[in-house]
């Protein structure tokens, strides 16, 4: 008989607690833990501490008080098979029943004759462990329940056998076990052991190793995010990021497909209107043509064009904060996105005074003219554009249209570079963000489960009335496994939870300064960097990257890498070496330039300042480096007074006529 994952999670967490009759394997050995939460609502277990008297502690259990033991009292711990370091003024509650005989502590110590299976803890630690780390029973007291690290599917079995399952499907009840990036004191550490461990695991780890290794490794055995396999036969609109199929939809293949069938294209085929090239012809091959394909490796050495921008990009984060329900929150296959509504004081396409858009907008220099609309937000992992030969960790991109049919310029997208802090330090903005689409990834999961236990439902009731020939009595079970009723009704309710979750309120603005954390950027002429590549995109990378953590990269790639809709199908599109970030580009003669402070400074300082753009002679106050920023690079860069000169010599845009 197989355990639902959901209820199967709940046992596994509450199953530490002694004679709780859970799934955890019994073992002599526990290691020492120091509890951080409020103990008047937590009883501490066998080795917990720290305790005031035995009130604190299971009932059963004793609290051995330090200053009754004196220096006896660590060896008397490791009498009751308590492991690990000792807080020096932590008092911890024992187990009477699992006191050791005399010696029997120094043999369950002794290291294996032979190397373990695989690691004794989930993820590698600093320093050798006694036995695969226990899981804290309440989740809630010591992590956020969006701090989602890694998701692998088992079968779980009854008896405690288990197997890796290869995807979503299959014939067997599929479990989720999540792996957390927990707080102190259960957070695991980025370094591996030095060393064997004191003793075997006391139970199947984690991830298991295919084989032994001769070292520690530096990098799980497992990939936490492992492609989806490829569709037999693939639809139309379907490709992804492989790079070894020559027959595949891999980049080096988009360009065989069909642009019409792309989702892109039915996408931005709303602003058709907007947009002046065809949104059904595919480009994603046409680069040495038309040398505008995106992304590309952005350089100072190569940007050799003219910036003619005048003002910094003057924001507004508008009325609906991410956490509107207005504001739809997507996991796609290749990028996690939110989308604006389309909704104006006037027509769509007569959006010319500023108050009249409602959602974020920017306003750009270069004769786009009025505050223009978001229509979404996309992310990508890792950074689809490259800076000075470096790779980001994610991409932050801003999408905006000019809604004007008269110019039919085409969409600006404004992009931010994400990089890690070098202090680990969480960005608090983006973590927002990231929260969103947790909910949005904890509710399919949610829906993914109420599809297994109908498909479950069904399935028993087919075997009790086709194979038995017998009726589900009025008083049977409420799932396939005998579940009481009342477990099916705290499902329900969690789940009713996790949808009410998604349409919690909070403002938040794209353009943050903790996100956008300059004014001055790279820019240039380009396309979609997804089929069929349009080339309606005008970019503007910002300088300088934002900055998370690699708990949120990691939480990130977990939404995006390892989804699984309703059905409990996996979603992403993403490959091993490439993610969802497509090869850079050639250049292949492109304009690309860079704005300065000698072109623009922000608003905010013109009046002090008194200038609109700093002095040649001021740059490094600014933040651009003498050294770099020459006179003869100045020079080069700026031949032409107006952007109307630099026509002259080079004709028009079809949305300057």
Sequence with gaps: MRIPSILLLLLVSSSTRGGGGGVRVASALDPLVLIGVDLDDFELDHCEGHCDSSDDCVKGLKCIQRDEKGDE???????????????????????PDKKLKEGEYDLLTQPTLEPTLGPTTPFPTDRPTTRAERRPRRWTDVMPSTVLMSVMEQDVETDGSSSISSGAGGSGATMKLLAAAEADPFRFTEMPSASP????????????????????????TIDPFPPKDKPKDPSGDYFDYSIDDDDGRGPLQWGDLNGEKQAEANYWDEFDNYIKPSLTTNMCDQNSKTGRQSPIDLRFDWADAQCFEYHQIRSKPGEWGITNPKVEKQILPSKLRFTYPR?????????????????????LPKQWGHQLPVLHVDVKIPSEHWMEGKQYAAEYQINLIQNREEKRRGAPVISVLFDIHPEEEDHHRIGQMIDEFQKVYDADLAECEDFRRKQRRLGAWADDTLGAG??????????????????????????????????????WNPFHETIVRTIWFYGYEGSLTEPPCSEFVEWRIMLEPALISSRQLFQMKNI??????????????????????????????????????????????????GENRCLWTERDQFGFNKDKYTQDWYRSHHKYETIEDYWKDNGKPHWAS
């Excluded at 711990?77 to 020096?88: A, E, P, Q, Y």
């Excluded at 589900?472 to 979750?501: C, G, H, M, Q």
């Design 73 to 95: 009292y660590e060896p008397l711990l490791r009498r009751f098979g308590c492991t690990g370091s000792v807080h020096s003024k932590a008092d911890y509650c024992v187990d």
């Design 343 to 363: 909704k104006f004081d006037g027509d769509f396409g007569d959006a010319s005074e500023n108050d009249q858009v409602k959602g974020a907008s920017a306003d």
């Design 470 to 507: 017998s009726k589900i009595a009025e008083e049977a079970r409420s799932t396939w496994l005998d579940e009481p009723v009342e477990e099916e009704t705290k499902f329900r309710e969690n789940l009713t939870n996790l949808r009410r979750r998604a349409q919690e309120f909070r403002r």
């Design 560 to 609: 995006l890498f390892n989804h699984v809709d309703g059905k409990c199908q996996r979603t992403s599109v993403h490959s091993t070496e490439l993610g969802v970030a497509r090869p850079i580009q050639n250049y292949e003669g492109r304009d690309v330039y860079q704005c300065m402070c000698r072109d623009f400074i922000a608003d905010k300082d013109r009046d002090e300042y």
């Design 197 to 220: 461990s004191d003793a075997p695991s006391a139970s199947p780890t984690d991830y298991p190793t295919h084989t032994p290794t001769s070292a520690p490794t530096g990098m799980p």
